[in-house]
């Protein structure tokens, strides 16, 4: 007996099956050409099913790569978004900051204070105007954004 079954997937398809054994009028040697024919029939039908499937695989991997790529820009954004809702409080920190180191050193001259180099007052002033520029988000903005002089751009500085 010889038996090949076609099992298509998919909406309104059924399954087709094919069976050849020996009759009562016909042995299975006088049928081979609807065996072959059958088996190729069967063939034709696994190749289309093969096909589609890989063209459903790769569709699917395509739009999963597109997923994702949306995903991240999406997750971009929103890190891109929370970063400039905290950088004006950083900005006015920096400049507070700032302000403050400015308010000491004029208050230390109005006190004939030293300010030389090495002084723990000149140390606390460098101190806290360091920190006042590394609070500061500006310098980050516009080095992330490349703004720069166009003379600068011109010379490609």
Do not use: C, F
Not at 8 to 28: C, F, I, N, Q, V
Not at 42 to 66: D, G, I, T
Not at 130 to 155: I, M, N, S, T
Request: avoid cysteine; hydrophobic fraction near 40%.
């Amino acid at each position: 007996m010889v038996s090949n079954e076609i099992w298509p997937r998919g909406r309104g398809r059924r399954r087709a099956r094919k069976t050849w054994s020996d009759g009562e009028k016909k042995r299975l040697e006088e049928e081979l050409n609807d065996v072959i024919a059958g088996i190729i029939v069967v063939a034709e039908a696994k190749h289309r099913e093969h096909l589609e499937l890989q063209r459903q695989r790769e569709e699917w991997v395509e739009s999963e790569r597109r997923r994702l790529k949306e995903e991240e820009r999406r997750r971009a954004e929103a890190e891109r978004l929370k970063a400039l809702e905290q950088e004006p409080a950083s900005w006015t920190k920096s400049q507070q900051v700032a302000s403050y180191a400015d308010a000491v050193e004029r208050e230390a001259l109005k006190r004939g204070v030293p300010l030389v180099q090495g002084s723990r007052t000149h140390a606390w002033l460098v101190s806290a105007r360091l920190h006042a520029a590394a609070l500061d988000p500006v310098g980050a903005v516009l080095g992330a954004l490349d703004v720069r002089p166009a003379a600068d751009k011109a010379l490609g500085l």
